[in-house]
């Protein structure tokens, strides 16, 4: 869902020529601005398809009935329950500011092979418990409820300061500890997962584009470039989708 809108607007942005973050945000509202109803129908489907753990019903704009309006105006309504909507209704604001922002000055190396470089690990664990710890998960919140969905968030807040402070955190026994916490609740944060994996393929774009110096705050360009066949999701918490 995320990855569609961010690849039309890098489309547009390649035809342009080489641009910036602000160029890119502004592309994507643009792409998001268009959308409509066929674009609604097609979502749907592929959603119900699908089939996400805690989908349900909806009283307005269900997924299992034809739209009635555009699909940035669906997600709108469906935008405070759900962290994936929100971001068709915000321009995919929180990849740029939580997930662009956790990567700032850290530089990452996306490999196209071999096992992830601890540097990836470390940056992909920060930019998800970035996610975790600012706002309750919305699959866990859709699953259990905002009770543990919050639970979760307050329990990510200390790892998530000591990612940002470029702690190392798989030499802790308690981070193992909590990730097996989390699993025998059933309690996977999907949702952040996703919204990492989105903010790491919008920073690929970035790279790829010579635009990385908007937001690694850097000032000078880390070797990173796009992996077409390693998935950056396999060190988010090892966590799988439920």
Known sequence: MLGAPRAAAAQQRAADGPGTAVLLRQAVQRVLAGLDRDDAAA????IAL????????????DVHAPPQVGLREAMAHAAPRDSIARQYRDGLADLFDT???ALAGVPVQLAD????APALTAAVQRVFLGFVAAWPDSHIVRKHGEALAHSVMSAAQPWQA????GQGLDDDAQWGTWDESL??????PGTSADLT???LMLAALLQNHGTDREYNGTGAAPAARASHTQNPIQEIAHHGKD
Do not use: I, M, S
């Not at 699908?50 to 704009?61: F, I, K, M, V």
């Not at 092979?113 to 992830?116: A, D, K």
């Open 43 to 46: 979502a749907f489907r592929a």
């Open 113 to 116: 092979q071999g096992p992830p």
């Open 50 to 61: 699908a089939n996400p753990g805690g989908l349900g019903r909806a009283d307005a704009h």
């Open 162 to 165: 000591r990612a940002a402070a």
């Open 99 to 101: 997930g662009l922002a």
């Open 197 to 199: 994996v989105a903010t």
């Open 183 to 188: 699993k025998q609740q059933g309690l996977n």
